[in-house]
């Protein structure tokens, strides 16, 4: 059964710091391209990064101004994120993604998030 | 940036149709695909390169585009098919979404 599980998430007071987590299961992850996308209170889905197989290819919103690293470890089926100087507006639901481009030619920027996982919720707040 | 624009919210009748639009200048040179996410639960890909069902999906759900609009269509609406529906597409090397659509059974 192909599936990402996330964890990590939790409340955070403003300037601090967290990692989450995204085990996969089910799929080679070490094919394929990941990502992470966050859902605020008001259900906007905003794209945060992508990172290839090799981790040679990373891509981060530009609104996040470098807070946030996405990482992984293939031997782990894991990806992560790391977030910085976290704010109130980074409270979200932060899910993982996988990117359904599985060629050398990904991404191709025509690529849809196909399978995601369950979500870990962040708060940010004093 | 480019942006997405898609209505609010669009109502039905079960076993109508019901069109979701997404609109964006990015969609003339670009694929869309779209999301159902029902309450509670995270997103789940229903069209990806504007026309095309990921396997399993029912065949009721379809997708088409033309010029810079994309329509999700489902055909003999269901009220399983409630949901907040959103488009997405890549601006350069960056996944941009739309806002969302509230769809509504009733």
């Known amino acids: 059964q192909v599936q990402l599980v996330e964890s990590g998430g939790g409340l955070v007071e403003p300037g601090g710091s967290l990692r989450l987590s995204c085990v996969a299961s089910g799929f080679a992850f070490n094919d394929f391209y990941m990502g992470w996308i966050r859902q605020g209170p008001g259900k906007i889905l905003e794209w945060i990064s992508f990172i290839s197989p090799g981790s040679t290819n990373k891509n981060y919103a530009e609104s996040l101004q470098g807070r946030f690293a996405t990482s992984r470890d293939n031997a782990k089926n894991s990806l992560f994120l790391q977030m910085s100087r976290l704010r109130a507006e980074d409270t979200a639901v932060y899910y993982c993604a996988r990117l359904d481009c599985i060629n050398d030619s990904c991404p191709t920027y025509d690529d849809a998030f196909d399978i995601w996982g369950q979500g870990t919720t962040v708060t940010v707040s004093s | 940036s480019y942006e997405l624009t898609q209505p609010s919210s669009v109502s039905v009748s079960p076993g109508q149709t019901a069109t979701i639009t997404c609109s964006g200048d990015i969609l003339g040179k670009k694929f869309t695909s779209w999301y159902q996410q029902k309450p509670g639960q995270s997103p789940v890909l229903v069209v990806y390169q504007d026309t095309k069902r990921p396997s399993g999906l029912p065949e009721r759900f379809s997708g088409s585009k033309s010029g810079n609009t994309a329509t999700l269509t489902i055909r003999g609406t269901q009220a399983m098919d409630e949901a907040d529906y959103f488009c997405?597409?890549?601006?350069?090397?960056?996944?941009?979404f739309g806002g969302g659509t509230i769809l509504t059974v009733i």
């Open positions: 997405q597409a890549w601006d350069r090397s960056a996944a941009i």
